[in-house]
């Protein structure tokens, strides 16, 4: 049976020697101090050998403190005004009656005059002890005197939320209070529907039987989450209640025969006094007057209401107290007990408790959980059919009718397979596996790995505060660089290079012709430049890339020099550039991220672009980007792991390589010889955190820590040290120079080989003209007037050129002819000279005569 308790202080004034309590022992009274004002209290509870005794001695420790000006500081002034004496009024054990109510309140509380009810009780039996429970606080409210009470089943009176006409101030924590842990809870686990069931009268009897377990809602689709008058004091339950419901309740012990070290009485018993001591002290000068009730339940004794308990009790809703809510051993000694204007608790300590099956198979209630000042924590919970995942409820049944259309692959028409009976497309995996699996099991408390944070495991798993920022990245393979074959071009733009090969030269040659053939030092504009001068419009092209010939006028000479010094800065400018352009540089797939074409439109490439990545890891997420998935898939570019797909990178098996930037960045650092790199922008950006079960208690201790490294750069020190290495993006950079392979000479290669083919050309055209436009070319121009354009072709078309090479060629014949000889041979060095000097002089006058006459 649960026994109530119910303790009464009773504060008097009257000069009794002795206290008749009325069934209850007689309490000695001290000497009157004439200095001090006796204030008497009262104490009503139910009679219970075993712990009737502690209540008692609690309450008369509380008294002596304060009288003797040794209780908190605050109250040390009262020793000096009042003398509190308590006075014990003791109802029957078990169920109480109107006459026990009425003979404590009427010979022990008004007889008394009490200026301060305490009302005291632990009982939540939620049946005619509750009644009579809220009975005796009515009764008692009707005397006006301020009551100050504590009973665990306060949530089964019908009172109204305005405690004030009552004057009853409720420290125990209120229903209300109960119902704001339920919304937390509802917040913290994402639940926004829910059913309120609810009862005329407090209590759990008959609930889940008549209820819940009838409509099968006791099952792990659901969650009950039961108040105070659910759980009450008892520690297991017995079917058919929902193993892993919650129950939000504050602490309290009714059913021990004797009192616990945890029972809440004793600290409620001390805290009273005290709050009624801080109301005294508020007290205005205008509102002093005796404590002293002088209140009968006798109209012909006295007034049957104290009208000046109304100032106590209003000072008392605006006082506060310090005090343990639950017991001395669980480290809430400094909660404060404040009130609303109503007369109830402003904030209290609630205790979330978990109905867990244990080895034995017994239902037992745990705690996971504390709820105050609006904020939740919770540990580890075992929900319904003990999961490790709280319930997502029930979907709510309706019928819905949808039109769609027949294309795939969106939508597919095909019939079940025959073995699984289900649709032959459906390869959806039922849940996780590995280490979140082994999380959501409870195998492991916690995950300690490069464990990315994404909203697909934080439905499932708790996340620490992420210790390491990272994303999608790409890596590739750098390669030697191999100067261009146009490299020799580079220096200058194409549009530099227009200007000086077809500008420049252009405009330089033919102002040197026209100076030459204008002034009359040289052609005088005439058809024939002077004797010995041999000048044509050919022929400044060639001076104006050499110079072959010199021109005979002044002006003509001047424009030549400029033109050198044009050259000679050009060529020096060409020369410093080409040195830089020269240079090897490295070359690498230069990507701009996750989202480049070369990876969106890989067949596009020639040849096509090939990457991968780790199979089973959402590196490329199929339901992103579809089309990239299924082209490694397709291509069969997955690597079972980050080695694997390194390698491959290095043997060029893959043109790129896509995984965890970190990781990335880890290898291309750490490479002996500095040949991979990390490119494009970070996509997916999350970070890594440290994995526990769900309402882990170990999740509020790591952050508190990680915290304390952010804060100081630990978490910064470690990643330079660890994950830094040799090879920077800066290391990649040529700083020396390397011997020249045949493949950066291509340019000078290809320059060579076009000469050579432009030279090919020329000689056909030049057979072309001896052989087809000489002669036409004799009868256009008669006069000779192309010797100013060309002087060869001018020659080649007059008869002195004609017989001057007959002589050119006879005079090589003999010269092959006589050297061949072998009588020459034998006389080589006798008749060498008398040769030369046979030949010479038949030779030269002619060549002479020809020369002079062109």
Not at 253 to 280: C, E, H, T
Request: charge should be neutral; charged fraction near 20%; aromatic fraction near 12%.
């Amino acid at each position: 049976m649960l026994w109530t308790l119910v303790f009464l202080f009773l504060i008097s004034i009257d000069p009794l020697e002795t206290l008749d309590l009325g069934g209850s022992r007689k309490v000695q009274k001290p000497k009157e101090d004439p200095r001090r004002e006796d204030v008497n209290i009262a104490v009503v509870y139910q009679h219970y050998a075993g712990r009737s005794k502690s209540y008692d001695k609690a309450f008369k420790e509380v008294i002596r403190k304060i009288n003797d000006a040794t209780a908190v500081s605050s109250l040390r002034r009262l020793a000096t005004r009042y003398n509190f004496q308590p006075v014990d009024c003791i109802l029957p054990t078990g169920q109480f009656f109107v006459k026990e109510v009425l003979d404590c309140l009427c010979n022990n509380v008004t007889s008394n005059n009490v200026a301060l009810i305490i009302f005291v009780t632990a009982s939540e039996t939620y049946d005619s002890t509750t009644a009579a429970e809220q009975y005796f606080l009515t009764a008692a409210s009707y005397t006006g005197i301020p009551i100050i009470a504590w009973n665990a089943d306060n949530a089964g009176f019908t009172f109204e939320n305005d405690l004030s006409p009552y004057r009853i101030i409720q420290m125990a924590p209120p229903i209300e209070h109960q119902a704001r842990a339920m919304l937390a809870l509802l917040r913290r686990y994402n639940w926004p529907k829910f059913g309120v069931v609810t009862s005329e009268m407090a209590g759990n009897d008959r609930l889940v039987t008549a209820h819940a377990e009838k409509h099968d809602m006791i099952g792990e689709k659901y969650l009950w989450i039961g108040t105070q008058s659910v759980k009450g004091t008892q520690t297991t339950v017995k079917a058919p209640a929902q193993a892993g419901m919650l129950c939000v309740n504050f602490h309290t012990v009714s059913n021990a025969m004797f009192a616990p070290r945890d029972d809440i009485l004793p600290l409620i018993i001390q805290l009273a006094p005290k709050l009624f001591g801080a109301a005294l002290l508020q007290l205005r000068p205008n509102e002093q007057f005796q404590l002293k009730s002088n209140v009968s339940c006798k109209s012909e004794d006295g007034d049957p209401y104290w009208e000046n308990g109304k100032y106590i009790y209003e000072h008392m809703k605006a006082a506060f107290v310090k005090g343990n809510p639950f017991h001395v051993d669980d480290g809430h000694d400094s909660f404060f007990y404040t009130f609303e204007k109503t007369g109830r608790l402003r904030n209290s300590i609630l205790q979330i408790s978990n109905l867990r099956t244990n080895s034995k198979g017994e239902k037992t209630w745990e705690k996971v959980g504390i709820f105050t000042n609006n904020e939740l924590k919770m540990a580890d919970v075992q929900w319904p059919g003990e999961k490790a995942n709280p319930p997502q409820g029930a979907a709510d049944k309706f019928h819905v009718k949808v039109v769609t259309l027949h294309e795939p692959p969106f939508i597919t028409v095909s019939d079940v397979d025959p073995d699984t009976q289900k649709c032959p497309g459906n390869q959806t995996e039922n849940g996780w596996n590995g280490l979140i699996a082994d999380l959501m099991h409870n195998k492991a408390d916690m995950c300690v790995t490069s464990l990315k944070l994404n909203s697909e495991r934080a439905r499932d798993i708790d996340f620490s505060l992420p210790f390491l920022d990272t994303g999608i990245s790409i890596i590739v393979k750098i390669r030697s660089g191999v100067l261009s074959p146009t490299a020799f071009l580079e220096p200058f733009e194409y549009s530099t290079w227009v200007i000086i090969l077809f500008v420049c030269i252009h405009v330089a040659a033919i102002s040197i012709f026209i100076f030459e053939w204008v002034s009359p030092y040289s052609f005088n504009m005439q058809k024939y430049p002077p004797p010995e001068h041999k000048f044509s419009l050919f022929r400044s092209y060639w001076l104006s890339f050499r110079i072959p010939d010199v021109p005979k006028s002044t002006v003509s000479r001047l424009m030549a020099l400029v033109w050198a010094a044009f050259g000679l800065t050009f060529l020096a400018v060409y020369t410093a550039n080409l040195a830089a352009f020269m240079i090897t540089r490295v070359q690498y797939y230069d990507l701009s991220g996750i989202h480049d074409p070369m990876l969106n439109f890989p067949q596009d490439q020639k040849p096509p672009f090939r990457f991968g990545t780790v199979d089973a890891v959402p590196s490329i997420p199929s339901q992103s980007d579809f089309r990239m998935h299924e082209y490694v898939k397709h291509n069969k570019f997955f690597r079972m792991n980050i080695s694997s797909g390194i390698d491959a990178v290095k043997n060029e098996e893959l043109d790129a390589f896509i995984y965890d930037a970190v990781v990335l960045d880890y290898w291309a650092g750490k490479d002996a010889n500095c040949a991979l790199m990390t490119v494009g922008k970070w996509a997916s950006m999350t970070g890594y955190g440290i994995g526990f079960p769900k309402n882990s208690p170990h999740t509020s201790i790591v952050n508190h820590y990680m915290l304390q490294y952010q804060q100081k750069g630990d978490l910064e020190r470690l990643q330079n040290f660890w994950l830094t290495g040799a090879c920077t993006p800066d290391s990649h950079s040529q700083t020396q120079s390397a011997p020249l392979g045949i493949e950066n000479f291509l340019s000078a290669f290809v320059l060579l080989a076009g000469g050579i083919i432009v030279s090919v050309i020329v000689l056909g055209f030049e057979h072309i003209y001896c052989m087809h436009l000489r002669k036409p070319l004799q009868k256009i121009d008669p006069d000779g007037w192309c010797g100013i354009i060309s002087m060869a072709m001018g020659k080649s078309l007059t008869f002195t050129e004609a017989v001057d090479r007959v002589q050119e060629w006879r005079s090589r014949t003999q010269s092959l002819a006589s050297t061949n000889s072998p009588q020459l041979k034998r006389r080589r060095s006798a008749n060498l000279k008398p040769i030369e000097d046979d030949v010479a002089p038949r030779r030269s006058p002619r060549f002479l005569q020809v020369e002079t006459n062109l």
